[in-house]
């Protein structure tokens, strides 16, 4: 059968649906990890609702349900098969109800047979890379009522996908897929293939579109950004990119992520100098985020991340000298595999020494089938000990950078209300420091003016000083 015919059969049982009861059958999908798999669902939200499916809230009520599963650690795994087994009753009130699960966990061998066989109500399974065979699974599933098993055979980019935005002025764009740099607690190249890049021509024409709809904010996709092009093989690198993004005209800000500091090149920073400094509307937003994951020089080596810590603060020492307000971020990975008390206090301090305005800490946790996992580990108790000395290292780092905003005009782009205060609006700074300030709800999806006054750990809090014109 080709394409058209199921996606054909799939159509006709949603109008069917319309006819029967009034409205569109409901699609939800429920996200777990990172911003690649956000960007995944919202090309699995656009193609159901090419096929006849309206966006639903939640899982109840929906028609069809999928679940886009994460895999770098073990707890977002454990997370998402609790909730696939809460799905349960929901299929027994609904049994037409599908649902699908994707994503890196199932790209797993042995997870994808945990959900086959002890998640029976479960109609779907594919992996990362085969977003545009959703209408083939449906169909089969609505025509047949049979289960579909599909892991990744193939890692083809695929190029114009209808995309359901969850925002009407933020947006994904996916420069590069898969990852081969093989670092030793990563399942990331297993369940997502090899690098890929897309080709520039489709990435700028994705990006002109989203700037021409008025999207304000547009962050870069990638497991490893910095190695955009490698696999194109014309020398067009990602600051090549950069700078051709920053040609089209609009009003609106580019962020990028993840970096390698491997990768990571001066002309990189060049680019981005040369589109965020000394400009009121940056182009580029001064802020970068490299991971780190260990400060100890023997770590990194056993975490194949092929960078010392000199190399990384030589990095630093670059990039601050050429935007010497340059908000930098970073992860860290505690309790890795074989770190004594010596390795861990030299990642405390490279904290010392960088003075990262914000960072994301993970507890090591074992991944199946990656060279790490055979190695010897750190018991549970000194890791949770580690963990919490150096979140409160960097707590204090943090309100120390963020006190430092207080009094300065901030331009922030507002995103929404406030989830703690509803008389509050909430948004984010060039830095990527989260602001609150008291405004009106049309100041939503436009960048503002806010006097800031207060400073905390994780957020800064100010006044309206001017709407942007
Ligand atoms: S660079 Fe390393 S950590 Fe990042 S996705 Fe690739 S293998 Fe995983």
């Known amino acids: 059968m080709t394409e058209n015919e199921f996606s054909s059969i799939v159509k006709e049982y949603t109008d069917r649906y319309f006819l029967i009861n009034g409205k569109r059958p409901g699609v939800f999908v429920r996200t777990f990890g990172c911003q690649q798999n956000e960007a995944d669902s919202e090309i699995l939200t656009g193609i159901a609702v090419e096929l006849g499916y309206e966006k639903a809230d939640s899982e109840n009520g929906a028609e069809l349900v999928i679940f886009n599963t994460c895999a770098v650690r073990e707890h977002a795994e454990l997370k998402a098969l609790s909730i696939t087994g809460q799905l349960k009753h929901l299929k027994n009130a609904n049994p037409d109800m599908i649902i699908a699960v994707c994503g890196c966990m199932v790209a797993q061998e042995h997870r994808l047979n945990t959900i086959r066989q002890s998640y029976p109500y479960v109609d779907i399974i594919f992996g990362t890379a085969s977003h545009s065979r959703l209408p083939e699974y449906l169909s089969g599933v609505i025509r047949d009522r049979e289960r579909i098993f599909s892991p990744d055979d193939s890692y083809e980019i695929e190029e114009g996908l209808p995309v359901k935005r969850e925002s009407d002025f933020k947006a994904w764009v996916s420069i590069m897929y898969g990852c081969d740099n093989f670092c030793t607690y990563c399942v990331v190249p297993y369940v997502r293939g090899r690098e890929r890049s897309r080709r520039r021509e489709d990435i700028l024409s994705e990006v002109r579109t989203l700037v021409s709809e008025g999207v304000k904010e547009i962050t870069l996709l990638g497991q490893n950004v910095n190695s955009y092009g490698k696999t194109l093989y014309d020398n067009y690198d990602f600051a090549d990119l950069l700078t051709d993004i920053c040609k089209i005209e609009g009003d609106y800000i580019i962020r990028f992520m993840t970096s390698h500091p491997k990768d990571a090149t001066k002309k990189l920073v060049d680019v981005m100098a040369a589109n965020s400094t000394n400009q009121s509307r940056p182009r580029i937003a001064r ?9 100890s020089d023997d770590i990194l080596k056993k975490m194949n991340r092929h960078y010392s810590t000199e190399n990384y603060l030589s990095f630093v020492s670059y990039l601050r000298d050429k935007i010497p307000d340059i908000a930098i971020s970073t992860d860290i990975i505690v309790g890795f595999p074989t770190e004594t008390e010596e390795d861990f206090e030299k990642t405390l301090e490279m904290l010392n020494k ?3 305005d914000a960072f994301f800490s993970f507890i090591y946790s074992i991944r199946q089938g990656t060279p790490a996992a055979k190695m010897e580990q750190v018991p549970d108790k000194v ?13 204090s780092i943090s309100l120390e950078k963020n006190a430092l905003y207080v009094g300065n005009t901030e331009r922030v782009l507002v995103e929404g209300i406030s989830k703690t205060d509803s008389d509050m609006l909430t948004g984010r700074n060039e830095k990527n420091r989260l602001v609150h300030f008291k405004g009106k709800e049309c100041l939503i999806g436009s960048f503002a003016y806010v006097k800031i006054t207060r400073a905390d750990t994780y957020c800064l809090t100010g006044e309206l000083a001017k709407e942007e014109t």
Request: no cysteine; hydrophobic share 30%; net charge positive.
């Open 287 to 295: 802020s970068f985020h490299l991971p780190l994951q260990s400060g």
């Open 383 to 395: 890791k949770s000990e580690r963990f919490s000395r150096m979140l409160d290292l960097q707590n």
């Open 354 to 356: 960088v003075r990262y």
